[in-house]
């Protein structure tokens, strides 16, 4: 009986462990591109200014 609640520990420690890589690497990938975003802004804006 203990170890089945052992395994079912684990089992939902290491879902939880995964759910939360999931959702750290969705926000990673929205950062990258409010990042490149910023980049491509940044670089028309900078031409711009070199034509004036």
């Known amino acids: 009986m203990g170890t089945t ?3 079912i520990t684990y089992a ?3 879902l939880g462990l995964m759910a939360y890589l999931g ?3 969705l926000r990673m990938r929205g950062v990258r591109a ?3 975003s ?3 802004l940044l670089r028309e804006r ?3 200014r070199s034509q004036e």
């Open 5 to 7: 609640f052992l395994i």
């Open 12 to 14: 939902v420690v290491w």
């Open 23 to 25: 959702w750290i690497a």
């Open 34 to 36: 409010d990042v490149e």
């Open 38 to 40: 910023a980049r491509e």
């Open 46 to 48: 900078q031409g711009e």
